[in-house]
């Protein structure tokens, strides 16, 4: 599927890479998981999707890698039907990974997980522009101990409440090797929304004393910081602190994990006990079960309803309010559903049941997804009676040939508020070289 150069010790690869999807439904609405965690690509409109996908890779013999890709697609009921999906490259070496331009998120978890394996940056939305630098192997310390990081810095663009806005990153990680067989993962990660100009507001700090704010998460201070800001930390903070055991057996291997979220103080200090993500994961190599995965999603507790600690309001913000969304799509886990671009989250307070199954028959393919859902608004817009829903996904893939790629996809949404969704959806895909 991929051409290769040799010369000089140096290796080069390359793969074009077309596909076509078309969907219909009972509604005018799409299935759930046929719209999210899709990477932004798929809305309730689409009908059909045709996109050409093209991905370069070139190591040298000084162990530097070089990486790139491009996609381009068309979306018939989009506002803007022909659309760059990804642009960027990438450099790699020993300690390093560095990736400048509109990438998404690796998929992880065999595509099984609601938020695939980051509560506050899912894959649910086009590729945000950006440049990150990170650890391209973690750095041991110890024998039994290795460090990780990361820092990013991308840009949401004027399409937005609060135009030109910003988001910083940064992560750090550990891992403590217990032995050959079993390990653990701690770190923390680290989102701020800042800068960016507005209406009602102006402009909100922007300057490198500002990003040194926003790094410390210090307090603003500032005479033009906005009066919402100066209750917490300049510009609108969202982090995760994220745990993972995993221990291998001969051909499987189990992990279980938690990623705890929180966007002030009350919730770094885990005054929101136990809003976030609880987890296991089964992969077996050698069986037709190949993975196997159930979450739990719980962010009802906010720091509670009352006092100034209380309600944490996940993905809203008074001055960005817009959210955490890029191109009208949430960032993080999808459960967390938009309002009004002045509004930001409609629904913030949820609890869910998610498992997801993947199934490997040689040139066969299933993958199932299922989620029960129940949403109950915000503590100040509080939806009642909560909205429940049930949504299941069964998707087969079939290996045609060493070209192509046939897959049929069918989705069921059962709600307790609004009509029930039917969908089917079929994809062809050609690898060009």
């Not at 439904?25 to 999707?49: A, K, M």
């Not at 770190?187 to 790094?215: C, L, M, N, R």
């Not at 001969?250 to 919730?267: A, I, P, T, V």
């Not at 885990?270 to 609880?278: E, M, Q, R, S, T």
Request: net charge positive.
């Amino acid at each position: 599927m991929c051409g290769t150069l040799q010369s000089f010790g140096q290796t080069g690869e390359h793969a074009v890479i077309s596909q076509i999807k078309s969907f219909y439904s009972n509604t005018e609405e799409l299935p759930y998981w046929f719209t999210h965690n899709q990477r932004g690509r798929i809305s309730d409109s689409t009908n059909v999707l045709v996109s050409t996908d093209y991905k370069f890779n070139y190591d040298t013999a000084t162990k530097h890698n070089f990486s790139g890709g491009a996609n381009v697609q068309y979306v018939n009921q989009a506002a803007s039907k022909f659309q760059i999906d990804q642009l960027y490259i990438n450099y790699s070496n020993r300690w390093l990974n560095a990736t400048l331009g509109a990438k998404h998120p690796n998929i992880k978890y065999n595509g099984l997980s609601s938020s695939n394996g980051n509560i506050l940056w899912s894959g649910n939305t086009r590729a945000i522009p950006g440049l990150l630098l990170k650890a391209n192997t973690p750095i041991k310390i110890t024998k039994a101990i290795a460090l990780n990081w990361g820092i990013g810095h991308y840009e949401l663009g004027n399409d937005r409440y609060a135009k030109g806005a910003k988001i910083h990153y940064k992560s750090l990680g550990a891992f403590i090797k217990f032995n050959k067989k079993s390990q653990l993962q701690l770190g923390i990660k680290h989102y701020v929304q800042w800068a960016g100009d507005t209406e009602a507001f102006g402009k909100a700090p922007s300057g490198v004393s500002d990003f040194i704010d926003i790094f410390f998460a210090k307090k603003a201070g500032d005479e033009n910081a906005i009066d919402g800001e100066k209750v917490n930390a300049l510009g609108n903070h969202l982090g995760l602190y994220d745990i993972k055991y995993s221990y291998k057996f001969k051909n499987s291997k189990l992990e279980l994990y938690h990623q705890h979220l929180f966007e002030d103080g009350s919730g770094s200090a885990f005054k929101n006990f136990p809003d976030g993500i609880w987890g296991v994961n089964l992969t077996n190599k050698a069986s037709w079960l190949s993975s196997i995965l159930y979450e739990y999603v719980y962010t009802l507790n906010q720091s509670g309803s009352t006092g100034i600690s209380g309600r944490d309001n996940y993905f809203s913000n008074s001055f960005y309010r817009t959210g955490w969304r890029y191109k009208n799509r949430v960032i993080g886990i999808p459960f967390i559903t938009p309002n009004t671009i002045e509004n930001g989250s409609g629904n913030n307070r949820v609890k869910a049941h998610h498992i997801g199954a993947k199934l490997d028959f040689r040139k066969l393919e299933i993958t199932i997804k299922g989620s029960i859902l129940e949403r109950l608004g915000t503590y100040s817009s509080p939806i009642n009676p909560k909205q429940k829903s049930l949504y299941s996904y069964i998707n087969g893939s079939y290996l045609i040939s060493n070209k192509f790629l046939m897959s049929l996809s069918v989705g069921v949404d059962y709600n307790s508020y609004k009509k029930n969704v039917y969908s089917i959806g079929g994809a062809l895909k050609y690898n060009i070289f």
